[in-house]
């Protein structure tokens, strides 16, 4: 489009050169007619430009936009699967690999946050675990926050190793007690 416009332009121009050449009479007027087009075409061109930004901007919005498997929730620009069905933490952490995922894990207050919404009250495993005294999630790495309920963790009878959501606040639990669970896409986001 832009292509056509300076063609047109460039006729117009030309065109208006000849006319130019061949009358002495009305030159005044003439320049003014270019001067006039000339203002449009800039108008209209400037206007084109807006609108392809636009167009550009949605569609590096779409491109990038996870493409959530149709059994996960888009929540923000990441892809989660909400279990409805109870496992033990090893069995939810084997699922959710299953499903090329992994059980959650929670980068900051803002993810846990947002994912309260979608939660039901009762408590969902999420893939930190301890080891040696050390909280430590699933991936690795070292929790960047917490968010324990009240006395918390306490390690009850000595066998709390995994954790479970609830309600936004985490609590130290059996690995063997069977809980729903949230996978967190490894090739979503």
């Known amino acids: 489009m832009f292509l056509l416009w300076v063609i047109q332009i460039s ?3 030309s065109y208006f050169s000849q006319v130019l050449q061949h009358t ?3 030159q005044e007027s003439v320049i003014a007619e270019i001067h006039e087009f000339y203002s449009k075409v800039v108008l209209h061109l400037t206007e084109s430009q807006k609108n392809l930004t636009v167009e550009i ?3 590096k919005t779409e491109m990038f936009k996870p493409s ?3 059994t996960w929730k888009q929540i923000q620009s990441k892809c989660y699967y909400i279990s409805t069905t109870s496992l033990t933490w ?3 952490k084997e699922d959710c690999i299953a499903r090329q995922g992994q ?3 929670l980068r900051d207050q803002t993810e846990s946050n947002a ?3 979608y939660l039901s009250p009762q408590p969902f495993w999420i893939s930190l675990k301890r080891k040696i005294n050390t909280w430590i999630w699933l991936d690795g790495t070292i929790p960047s926050f917490t968010s324990w309920a009240p006395y918390e963790p306490n390690n009850a009878r000595g066998i709390e190793d995994c ?3 609830k309600e936004g606040l985490w609590n130290d639990v059996a690995c063997t007690k069977k809980n729903p669970y949230v996978c967190k896409s490894i090739w979503f986001y």
């Open 24 to 26: 002495k009479k009305g």
């Open 163 to 165: 954790v479970e959501l």
């Open 11 to 13: 006729v117009m121009m």
């Open 103 to 105: 059980l959650l894990v």
């Open 57 to 59: 901007q949605q569609l």
């Open 68 to 70: 959530c498997p149709s």
């Open 90 to 92: 090893e069995e939810a």
């Open 115 to 117: 994912l309260r919404v």
